[in-house]
């Protein structure tokens, strides 16, 4: 039984960085598009970056555009997103997934893709 497993998660000032992992067990992402999603305090998850596994491509919503990073390990079946120049307003609960068929990008519901992960809790605080 597959499974994702996110880490890296913590209490930070704003405009400092910290770097998320999404590792896989139990499958091998290739052939998987992956996507980091978050859900802010009262808000609505939002799928904020992802590897589409249709053509190559790495995205970003553009409220993270130029300070987050996306980037993978397959040899360590391993996604990761690069957070810096963080704000309050990325303070949330941040989770990975994927699958298949579509490319993770919007769902109110991460159990309608293939796998996802359980979080890891993002603090941007003075």
């Known amino acids: 039984q597959g499974q994702l497993v996110e880490s890296g998660g913590g209490v930070v000032p704003p405009g400092g960085s910290l770097r998320l992992s999404c590792a896989a067990s139990g499958f091998s992402l290739d052939g998987y598009s992956i996507g980091w999603f978050r859900q802010a305090p009262g808000k609505e998850l939002e799928g904020i970056s992802w590897?589409?596994?249709?053509?190559?491509?790495?995205y970003y919503v553009e409220s993270v555009k130029g300070r987050f990073t996306i980037s993978r390990d397959n040899a360590k079946s391993t996604v990761y997103l690069q957070m810096d120049s963080l704000r309050s307003e990325d303070t949330g609960i941040y989770y990975c997934?994927?699958?298949?068929?579509?490319?993770?990008?919007?769902?109110?519901?991460?159990?309608?893709?293939?796998?996802w992960g359980q979080g890891t809790q993002v603090t941007v605080s003075s």
């Open positions: 590897f589409s596994k249709f053509d190559g491509g790495a």
């Open positions: 997934a994927a699958d298949q068929g579509v490319d993770p990008v919007i769902a109110s519901d991460l159990s309608i893709f293939d796998y």
